[in-house]
Each structure stands twice: as structure tokens, then as C-alpha cells.
């Protein structure tokens, strides 16, 4: 396998044909089905069904897709890096490129990915962001596939090919109509939600019943938007990390109730033995610095 491959098998799997391939590359179409033929002799087996009107991927080449676009951005992101080094920069300079990958938990990334961004592009303007919001399952699973860089997760549970750096906790709490006997409350223990008609996330429902036993909410969701729409329509409370109030207007005219006993963790999360970029080690010492302003602003608790 070489490179040449990689690049034509990912060009056919994008334009789903190999003419279609050959007219993006400026090469012959017998001289891709070639290279395409040799590659599949390499890893032992099609990777394309063929057919008049086109190409598609099999189960194998649908694994193979995503290990070529993790190769392709690992030789971008190499050749940058000894680039920049050999002209001098180290790393720490403003003129460092690349492209840095990164999802957070949908809470943390609604409060720290605006400022993080704006501050980051400022010092380092040649460096490209591709930010997104996603449960730690999700981005856990992408984090090992190599399609993003770093991660911002929850409570990840025993992960030997992943780093984690504890960064800050965010308080819990409860959100209720104004005139609910629950409002009155100054707090409400994490046991007592088990009797509650709770509106929760996938995610924080797992965080929770591994603390504190099986829980039964009433309406299982993802998405803050539509957990302040039940709430203001009575069916139940929200449970979400208490941050939000201060980050998503949504929750304007509820009350969010603490939550004692129970809290989640935010650690960041990094890949073990890959060589990591200069843009993604710049942005990493970024990230970390953020949190810290957002602990010592009141927006998250110590790690």
C-alpha cells in the first residue's frame, strides 16, 4: 500500500465512480482501476462492489474509509508540523496551521466553544477549528478512530487506549415551573430523583444511576431545547448541569434547584501513543486554560 492509493481509493469512495474519480485526478481511468485492484490484493479482499452505474463500498471498504482519511490527515498534519519546525517556529508561534478537531459535551461546549475559539484564532489565526458537541460515547468512539484530536468527556469509565486530565465539574440541578412545591426547596439530594418525574438526558441518566441506582424518568431526551419545553409544559423536571442557566436563554423563568450529592466530572480526553500536532498541542494548552477561567469565574466547580 502507498500513499497514491490511499488517496485515489478515497477519491472513488467520495465520487462513487471511478470515471468520475479519474476526471477529479487527472488520471486515466485503467490507471485507478489498476492501483484499486493491487490495494485490494494488499488488504485481502474487494473493496468496492462494481457495477455499470457506479461503485460502492463493501463492509470492508467502509472500514478502510475511515482509516484512510485518519492516514491522509496524519501525513497533512506531519508534513505541516516538520514544516514549521524547520522553519524555526516550535510550535509556539503565531504563524503554526493545521487543523485541530475537537467535540465536547453539549454543555461544555455551549459555554466554552464561542470564547475558546475567539481567543484561540486571535493568537493563532493560521490554524483551522472544526468544534462539535457530542455525548462521551460518541466522541470517545471517534476520539480512537483518529477523526478528531481531543475531547471533552464525562465520567469515562476504564478506557486503556485514552488519556484523561481532569479539567472541572459542573454542579447539577433541577429545573421546575416557578410555582411547583420543588421551587420552594433550597436543594434536593441526587437519591430523591428516583421519585421525581425527571426529564434527563442519555448520558447524565448513566453518569447518575452509576452513583445512585436505577433511575425512572419520565421522558429520556438529548437536547436542551426540548428538556425547557417539557418543563414549561409540566410533564416533568430537567435535570441538567446548572451552568446552563448562565449559558442558553431557555432557561429563563425556571428555577433551577441544586442537586447535593452528585456532580459530573469534565476531563479532557487524548489518544495514547499518537503523535499529536503542534496546532493540537497549542490548542489543548488553550482548552485547559478556558476551563481554568470558567472554575475561577463560578461557571464550573474545581476539578
Same mark, same amino acid.
Given at each position: ?10 477519491? &472513488?469512495?467520495?465520487?462513487? /465512480? ?14 485507478? /482501476? %489498476?492501483?484499486?485492484?493491487? =490495494? ?7 473493496l ?7 461503485? #460502492?463500498?463493501?463492509?470492508?471498504? =467502509? ?14 498534519? @506531519?508534513?505541516?508540523d516538520? *514544516? $514549521?519546525? $524547520? ?19 453539549? @454543555?461544555?461546549?455551549? +459555554?466554552?466553544?464561542? %470564547? ?9 489565526? #493560521? ?16 476520539? @480512537?478512530?483518529?477523526?478528531i484530536?481531543?475531547?471533552? &468527556?464525562? $465520567?469515562?469509565?476504564n ?20 410555582? !411547583?412545591?420543588? +421551587?420552594?426547596?433550597?436543594?434536593v439530594?441526587?437519591?430523591?430523583l ?6 434527563? !438526558? =442519555?448520558?447524565? %441518566?448513566?453518569?447518575?444511576?452509576t ?12 437536547? $436542551? ?17 446548572? *451552568?446552563?442557566?448562565? @449559558? !442558553?436563554?431557555?432557561? #429563563? ?5 441544586? &442537586? ?16 499529536? !500536532? ?6 489543548? /494548552?488553550?482548552?485547559?486554560? #478556558? ?13
Amino acid at each position: 500500500m502507498d500513499l497514491r492509493q490511499v488517496r485515489y481509493f478515497l477519491t &472513488v469512495a467520495e465520487k462513487g /465512480s471511478i470515471s468520475a474519480a479519474a476526471a477529479v485526478l487527472h488520471v486515466a481511468q485503467s490507471a485507478i /482501476s %489498476r492501483q484499486m485492484r493491487l =490495494l485490494e490484493e494488499d488488504l485481502g479482499g474487494p473493496l468496492f462492489h462494481r457495477s455499470i452505474a457506479g461503485v #460502492q463500498l463493501t463492509d470492508s471498504g =467502509l472500514m478502510f474509509l475511515e482509516r484512510a482519511r485518519f492516514i491522509l490527515r496524519e501525513v497533512e498534519s @506531519t508534513t505541516l508540523d516538520v *514544516s $514549521n519546525f $524547520n522553519r524555526g517556529m516550535r510550535g509556539f508561534h503565531r504563524d503554526v496551521r493545521g487543523t485541530v478537531r475537537m467535540s465536547s459535551a453539549p @454543555t461544555v461546549g455551549q +459555554a466554552i466553544h464561542g %470564547r475558546l475559539a475567539l481567543d484561540f484564532r486571535q493568537r493563532f489565526p #493560521q490554524v483551522r477549528l472544526e468544534l462539535t458537541e457530542s455525548p462521551t460515547d460518541d466522541a470517545l468512539h471517534r476520539l @480512537t478512530a483518529g477523526t478528531i484530536e481531543l475531547a471533552i &468527556v464525562s $465520567n469515562p469509565g476504564n478506557q486503556e487506549h485514552i488519556h484523561f486530565t481532569p479539567l472541572a465539574r459542573q454542579e447539577i440541578a433541577v429545573f421546575c415551573l416557578p410555582g !411547583s412545591k420543588l +421551587a420552594a426547596r433550597p436543594s434536593v439530594h441526587a437519591r430523591e430523583l428516583r421519585k421525581l418525574p425527571i426529564i434527563i !438526558s =442519555l448520558g447524565l %441518566r448513566h453518569s447518575l444511576e452509576t452513583e445512585h441506582g436505577v433511575m425512572q424518568p419520565v421522558i429520556q431526551i438529548d437536547g $436542551n431545547e426540548g428538556a425547557a419545553q417539557l418543563t414549561r409544559a409540566d410533564l416533568g423536571f430537567a435535570v441538567l448541569p446548572r *451552568s446552563v442557566v448562565r @449559558t !442558553s436563554s431557555i432557561w #429563563q423563568g425556571l428555577v433551577a434547584v441544586p &442537586v447535593r450529592g452528585f456532580s459530573v466530572a469534565r476531563m479532557l480526553a487524548v489518544a495514547k501513543g499518537r503523535p499529536v !500536532s503542534l496546532a493540537a498541542k497549542v490548542f489543548r /494548552s488553550a482548552v485547559e486554560e #478556558q476551563m481554568a477561567l470558567c472554575v475561577g469565574e463560578g461557571l464550573f466547580l474545581p476539578p
